[in-house]
C-alpha cells in the first residue's frame, strides 16, 4: 500500500531564507508527484508535476526533485516571502491504482 | 469552463437529511476525483471516475455516501442521512487521464456543515 510522509509537519523562517520540504513514499510505481499549496479555507493549487521519467521541474522560485528509486521527492523554495505562507502538499499517482494520494503536508509561515 | 468548479461553496445541513455536491470538472478531462479534509486532517480520497470505466468507489467511507458522472462531465457526491462526523470540506479535482502528463487540478472545495 503505498504511503506519502512529509517532513517536516510545520516550519517557520524568516523572510528571505532559501527552505527545502520533503515527501517520501513507499512504492516507487508511480505516474508521477505533484506539488500543491492550500491557503487556508481555500482548495488546492499545483504548483509542479514530475513525470515519472523526470528528475526535476523549475517554475520561478520553485524547483522540485524526483529520486523515484529512492522513493523521495525535494520541494526548493528559494528567497521565501510571506505570501508563500502555506501548506504545501505532495501527492503521487500510484501505478497501480491511478489514485492521487497525499502526504499530510507541511504547514510553512514565513515571518516578514 | 476555465478551472474545477463545485457547488455550493457552503452547506449547512441538519443531522439526517440529504445533500448532493456538485462538481464540474474542465472541460475534456476525463479522469475525476473526490476527495473529502476534515479539519486539520489531510486528504481522504473518496471516488475516481476515469472514462467510460467503472468507478474507484473503495474510498467511500460507508453506503450513505454514492457518486455518479454523468456524460463523462459533471459529477454529483451524494450523502444520504447525513451524520455530525460528515462534516468537511469536500474537494473535487479533474485531470487529462492517467498518465505521467496528468496534471490534476482542483476546484475550491464544498465546506459541509451537519448541525
Known amino acids: 500500500k503505498q504511503e506519502v510522509t512529509q517532513i517536516p509537519a510545520a516550519l517557520s523562517v524568516p523572510e528571505g531564507e532559501n527552505l527545502v520540504l520533503n515527501c517520501s513514499f513507499t512504492?516507487?510505481?508511480?505516474?508521477?508527484l505533484q506539488w500543491f499549496r492550500q491557503d487556508p479555507g481555500k482548495g488546492l493549487t499545483s504548483l509542479l508535476l514530475?513525470?515519472?521519467?523526470?528528475r526535476e521541474q523549475t517554475s520561478g522560485r520553485l524547483n522540485a526533485s524526483l529520486d523515484k528509486s529512492s522513493g523521495r521527492s525535494t520541494l526548493y523554495i528559494a528567497a521565501s516571502q510571506p505570501g508563500d505562507s502555506a501548506t504545501y502538499l505532495c501527492?503521487?499517482?500510484?501505478?497501480?491504482?491511478?489514485?492521487?494520494?497525499f502526504g499530510t503536508g507541511t504547514l510553512l509561515a514565513v515571518q516578514p | 469552463g476555465a478551472g474545477v468548479s463545485q457547488s455550493p461553496s457552503n452547506k449547512v445541513t441538519e443531522k439526517g437529511k440529504d445533500v448532493e455536491l456538485r462538481c464540474d470538472p474542465i472541460s475534456g478531462h476525463t479522469a475525476l476525483y473526490w476527495y473529502r479534509q476534515s479539519l486539520g486532517q489531510g486528504l481522504e480520497f473518496l471516488i475516481y471516475?476515469?472514462?467510460?470505466?467503472?468507478?474507484?468507489k473503495s474510498g467511500l467511507p460507508s453506503d450513505r455516501f454514492s457518486a455518479e458522472r454523468t456524460g463523462g462531465s459533471v459529477s454529483t457526491l451524494t450523502i444520504q442521512r447525513t451524520q455530525q462526523e460528515d462534516s468537511a470540506v469536500y474537494l473535487c479535482?479533474?485531470?487529462?487521464?492517467?498518465?505521467?502528463?496528468?496534471?490534476?487540478?482542483f476546484g475550491q472545495g464544498t465546506r459541509l456543515t451537519v448541525v
Open positions: 479535482a479533474s485531470s487529462l487521464g492517467w498518465t505521467g502528463n496528468s496534471e490534476a487540478f
Open positions: 501527492a503521487v499517482r500510484s501505478g497501480a491504482t491511478n489514485k492521487l494520494i
Open positions: 514530475i513525470q515519472s521519467s523526470q
Open positions: 512504492d516507487s510505481a508511480i505516474y508521477n
Open positions: 471516475f476515469q472514462g467510460n470505466s467503472a468507478p474507484d
